[in-house]
């Protein structure tokens, strides 16, 4: 347990003694669906993962098991770190996007319907 002042970490990386560096089981803290199911679906879509899969650990416990299992001796951070990436670009994409239909929409508003 962290003690006071001490900060949990967000990731830890579980790997079992001598294991393959291409399968490995990420906890990954504070999180739960929201994320687990948009890194999963992100981190298939590449070629070299063979499997990918998320479980929350316990409906109290606000933390999610995430493997990743892949191929041709391609470590599993690889595709994990591509995959965080390519969810914020798509985030960020989104987020620009409300911006500017929000901008828009209220350049369209007349000053009398304040």
Known sequence: MAG???KKPVLEMVQADGA????????????DHTLGNSLRYMIMKTADVEFCGYTITH??????NF????????PATEPLRR???????VCQHVLNTFQVSL????????????
């Open 4 to 6: 006071e002042g001490e």
């Open 20 to 31: 393959d560096e291409g399968c490995v089981t990420f906890v990954l803290h504070d999180e």
């Open 59 to 64: 409906p109290s416990e606000s933390k999610i």
């Open 67 to 74: 493997r990743v299992q892949t191929r041709g001796g391609l």
């Open 83 to 89: 995959g965080l990436n390519e969810l914020n670009d």
């Open 103 to 114: 901008f828009v929409h209220l350049a369209h508003l007349s000053p009398a319907s304040f």
